[in-house]
């Protein structure tokens, strides 16, 4: 392999990773198996149970079929399973109703009218999740699948949308823009809408989904030609030049001299750079910030020393990190083996994961994250906690992260708005129930969102690790403020 290509590939392996990527340059054959990633064994769920295949060897759009029995019962995190509870077609929509069933608070329609149409039958509807499983880095967005199919699962043991059940059709999008358009041509055809979707180059499927008018009602949306199609939300609603103030503020309460000498560093691929560059400009814009050090690092780098002298050098105390977990364990390592210690580091959430924790060790001790959901480790939080339990009966042990959490959010969000249709369910009527919703939580699972505009919310938490654990160090349930238009990205 030549250097070109070498650096070439851990880009698009770290690019990924930060999440940041615009499209890709890959060029693929067919979709990859998925495999039984996120059931682990033939008996869950179906996979592998009836293929004739061995558990983990299903193939690509492999359908987990819809689940008529609850998961062990009694750790449905305080609501109990009932695989007997069932709608008789009526609109009643199943016997567990409330603010943390399945249904949450939606009123049921009527299910008079309803008919059968792409992914509907008279016993399923099938949704699809299309999310990076595959590629470069096997398994970085498995949460979004594994996240849709414990809210799947979930909903079918105690509920139905005029006597049907969900079934979730898995695929894998590897990590590329062609396997991305590739999935969605399969879920255009074979699905009704898709749910908990998460890629890194999810521009890919962008007209497909657009054309055929499928919900796709994501984790989160990455590129700009994602947010551009009309029938895609993102449940964690974000636009580039969008930028919330609150985190800003806070620090530069603080830390007021720190702020005035603030260095932004990126990983040099995909969106970091207009990501990193935006941030800055909004943080100068709505809080007086001063980036006096705003640098890309390459994807291939292995050295940070010569950046963290540059910090040094300049005077730097407050560092602002855009990159993937692995790469901030790196730029803390350095920093600590020369002694620099600024009066804070802050990163998104993407550092809000437990391998990160495991990786850094010492070195993370002090960081901020600013967080638009509410921490795993709320036990107060039901919905949270659901999420959780349900993530951990169908894959045991799984690791939790704000991508799954925002997957789930997404599935609860059509089955709501699926069940207030009833009878007047179609993939438009879906998309306009969707594009109506001005401020949803998840049923508390996270800030309010609004999806009308797909703007970036107001209102987060700031976070900070100490004594090797996360806690929130901002005031009341979320810090709120203004959205300032930094002129970068938009």
Known sequence: MTRSRMRRTAGVLLALLAMTACGSQLDPATLAPTGARDGGTAGEAGIGADTGLP????????DVPAAGEAPAAGTSGGTAADPAAGSTGTGTAGKNKGKGSPTGTAKAGSCEGFKNQTGITDGTITLANVSDISGPVPGI???AQQAARAYVEYFNSQNDICGRKLSLLNLDSRADAGADQQAYVKACSDAFAAV??????????????DACGIPDIRSTIVNPERQACKS???TYSIRTNLISDPAAKWLAAKYPDAVRNAAFLYINAGAAPVNAKSLAAGYEKAAGWSARYIQGIDVAEFNFAPYVQQMKDKGIRAVVYYGPYQNTVKLQQAMQQQGFKPDFYLQDPTIYDKRYLQQAGAVAEGSYVFSPNDLFENKANPEVQLYLSWLNQVKPGAIPNYYGLFAW??????????IALGGKLTR?????????TTAWTGNGAHTAMNLSTGATPPCLKMLQLSGGQWSQVSSGTYLCGTVVDSGIGG
């Open 141 to 143: 967005f498995e949460s």
């Open 232 to 234: 895609c939300v993102g």
């Open 55 to 62: 558990a983990g060897d299903v193939p690509a759009g492999g």
């Open 428 to 436: 438009a009527s879906l998309v306009d129930a969707v594009r109506a």
């Open 409 to 418: 959010s997404a599935t609860r969000l059509f089955v709501e708005k699926a």
């Open 196 to 209: 908990g979707s998460m890629s890194a180059f999810d521009s890919g499927g962008a007209a497909t989904a």
